[in-house]
């Protein structure tokens, strides 16, 4: 049992509990390493404790508690939408705290000469928990045809720039149309649990380039496409989750 906020309470070797009481607002992570130890399985009844003023309202500990106590398993697709700094990405990470075995798909460029973007990264590091594997790739179908466990993708915007870079294309961006097909057919095929962040870029200013352009309505295509092909997708606005139907 969880002595108190914050606590993080250590199994005995080779036990399997009948019961876990935690603090999960606080410590969501702890159930996910505590599954992937084998401490905690499907038959332990696991209890949230210590609630307070860590989270907004008992509606948003209801949510919460869903992720992490709900089903674990795949094939489970969800598509979360936001601005720069809508806090999609700490959501996404949020909602599989609990799991015991995640894979952090990083599509982003790694940024060796940029600073700024490597203080970023770091950032994003340093909340996700220690035993998460991290994959830095663009190989996207490969991840979602051959994953078992979780999948978080950070991100499906970066992605698909990472591609057009890729086949030299941002003169002529449709030229990547059959990589977005492929992609869309391993987000259907899975047997994973996947979260994929992504950038809904329909509510800023039009793009001054062809190109800015020409990207804004492939992600934004892309996006209807994955949407549709998802068993959830959410808006996420100032840290707050708006659930599309």
Known sequence: ????????PEPL???????????????????????RIG?????????????????SSPD?????????????DGPHRLLLLGG??????????????????????????TGADD??????????????????????????????????GAVLVDGIGTWLAAVIDEAGAWDAPDAVQPRLDELVDAWRGTSARVVAVTDEVGLSVVPATSSGRAFR?????????????SEEAALVVAGRVLELG
């Open 1 to 8: 049992m969880a002595s108190g906020p914050g606590s993080r």
């Open 115 to 148: 600073p700024e973007w490597n203080a970023r990264v770091e950032a994003h590091k340093k909340r996700r928990p220690s035993w998460w594997t991290t994959l830095e790739t663009t190989d996207l179908m490969r991840v979602l045809e051959t994953a078992e």
């Open 60 to 72: 948003e500990l209801e949510r919460r508690l869903r992720h992490w106590l709900g089903p674990q």
């Open 217 to 229: 309505d492939l992600l934004g295509r892309l996006n209807q496409r994955l949407a549709a092909e």
């Open 39 to 55: 401490a905690v399985t499907q038959a332990t009844e696991v209890h949230a404790v210590h609630i307070d003023h860590r989270v």
């Open 84 to 109: 720069a700094r809508s806090g999609k990405s700490a959501e996404a990470e949020l909602r599989l705290a609990a799991h015991p075995h995640v894979t952090y798909v990083a599509t982003g460029k």
């Open 13 to 35: 070797d080779g036990a399997a509990y009948d019961a876990a009481l935690l603090d999960l607002v606080g410590c969501p992570e702890h159930l996910g390493w505590l599954r």
